[in-house]
């Protein structure tokens, strides 16, 4: 994904520059006020239209066709626009136009514009868009007014081009009430085009800030609004917000950010940590207890409160053996020892995680390989964990690796195999050289290839091989090729 696209705000200046570059350029400039206060990653976009060759002849002149008449009115010359475009870099932000022909598009690259937006009403413009693809430049398009079998054809036309695009769903209505907001959109178009920035580009009542809210809530990258300045001679229209107002809608996407925090961790603070042990329960002695004896369940009781270094209810396990001797009612403070048992569930359940995460159904049979190549206690660091879906002729198997885990150089004699990344990343080497795969991508590691592999966020990948053989697997270290194969494996049938 473009950086330019993470986070980004669009303002969408249309002919809201009244046709007077002063007037435009005064936007600009309190635009970029606003942006260097909050440290926005912001982009203003223009829109550029050859009106003597977009407008047929016989309609030159006419008031009754709609819009004709206000692009006639706020008409620039491609020098004004240029110089309000200078204005915008000046400012600290990003330039962006929607070309709507493709004279316009020349003009666009004549004035170094940054990124090129496509509207709505031209998404399936297939001679304007063949143009646009052709410049090389990112683009991102609205889709109002476009189902989704029109956008997956958008999708594919800008992908099969290897253009570097996002999207913004969008409704066509100026303004938008919020029956047809349809804010769902943007959880389809995220789970079905996976691999771009999906935003959200808004036309409702300038003073509602909520949707916007929703829309970063629902994932949104990219936020668009149309921008203006009204005056005492200049009334803006229902759906652009004016620029003196535009900090309310600024300063609530920023707070809806922050309450949505980061989309792939959680962070526990510790006045958190401090609040949830205010009340968790501490094991006590209920008998007197020695030094050596086993703490069953029937020799403590739980209460509150729980002292510093005391044992949790959660943290006790009947196992632990006393490390000294305890009076009645005297706080238990022993360690959980992290059993064998509990290393491999801990794994498991991260496993699980990570193929709901990635919306990867297991079927009900299958041999679930946890390889632990030095021992399960550097398992999240060296190993990998493999699920066997079929092994006759052919063979497939679905691998987990786990954050930072490195899976060591090894070689395969008889099998062949082949990968495809389903969800991560995956750093494979072989051979020395390092290929960064990504979803989709596909890598194929021929017989008698030293390889191995790692990712830095965690992976999901599928491999189709060959028929897979026991002790097909040659270690260049040579601690892990003299174990038994099933000294550094642990063998599943149920999760």
Not at 55 to 73: M, Q, Y
Not at 433 to 444: A, M, S, W
Request: hydrophobic residues 35%.
């Amino acid at each position: 994904m473009n950086k330019i696209f993470n986070d980004l705000i669009i303002f969408e200046l249309a002919n809201n520059h009244q046709g007077s570059v002063e007037h435009g350029k005064s936007i600009i400039k309190a635009l970029g006020n606003i942006i260097r206060k909050y440290d926005l990653n912001a982009a203003v976009k223009f829109q550029y239209r050859d009106l003597d060759t977009m407008i047929h002849p016989d309609f030159i002149g006419r008031a009754d066709v709609k819009h004709i008449p206000r692009f006639l009115s706020t008409r620039l010359t491609p020098d004004q626009f240029y110089e309000m475009a200078e204005c915008v870099k000046n400012n600290g932000m990003h330039t962006m136009c929607t070309p709507f022909d493709e004279k316009s598009v020349d003009l666009i690259m004549d004035h170094g514009i940054e990124v090129i937006k496509v509207a709505s009403c031209s998404a399936v413009d297939w001679p304007l868009l063949e143009k646009i693809a052709s410049t090389k430049k990112p683009v991102i398009l609205s889709t109002g007014g476009k189902n989704f079998a029109q956008i997956d054809n958008i999708y594919n036309f800008m992908s099969h081009r290897n253009v570097d695009f996002a999207m913004l769903h969008c409704v066509g209505l100026y303004p938008v009430g919020d029956q047809f907001v349809q804010l769902n959109c943007i959880d389809k178009m995220m789970n079905r085009y996976p691999d771009i920035a999906i935003g959200y580009s808004g036309h409702e009542n300038p003073n509602d800030f909520t949707i916007a809210q929703m829309a970063i809530a629902k994932g949104a990258k990219i936020l668009e609004r149309h921008v203006g300045m009204a005056t005492d001679t200049i009334e803006l229209n229902a759906y652009s917000t004016d620029v003196k107002d535009i900090h309310k809608w600024i300063e609530e996407i920023i707070r809806a950010r922050t309450i949505c925090g980061n989309p792939n961790n959680k962070y526990i603070s510790l006045e958190e940590i401090q609040s949830m042990n205010e009340l968790a329960r501490g094991c006590y002695a209920a008998v007197p207890i020695k030094q050596g004896d086993i703490i069953e369940r029937n020799k403590v009781f739980f209460a509150m409160p729980c002292a510093d270094g005391q044992t949790t209810s959660g943290q006790y396990q009947d196992t632990m053996v006393a490390s000294r001797d305890y009076e009645v009612n005297e706080a238990i403070c022993e360690e959980r020892k992290i059993s064998l048992t509990g290393n491999f569930r801990s794994v498991i359940h991260d496993v699980k995680g990570m193929l709901y995460e990635a919306k990867i159904v297991i079927p009900k049979e299958f041999d679930l390989e946890i390889s632990h190549h030095y021992g399960m206690e550097h398992f999240r660091h060296y190993g990998c964990t493999m699920v066997s879906i079929i092994n006759r002729e052919y063979c497939k198997k679905i691998l987990i690796v786990l954050p930072g885990q490195i899976n060591p150089t090894h070689t395969h004699k008889i099998k062949e195999e082949t990968f495809q990344v389903l969800s991560g990343s995956l750093n494979l080497t072989v051979l020395d050289r390092t290929y960064h795969l990504k979803p989709g991508e596909i890598f194929t590691v021929e017989r008698n290839k030293p390889h191995s592999f790692t990712s830095t966020e965690g992976c999901v990948f599928e491999e189709v091989s060959s028929t897979h053989v026991r002790n097909d697997s040659y270690y260049d270290d040579p601690r892990i090729q003299e174990m038994d194969p099933m000294e550094r494996k642990t063998i599943l049938k149920d999760w």
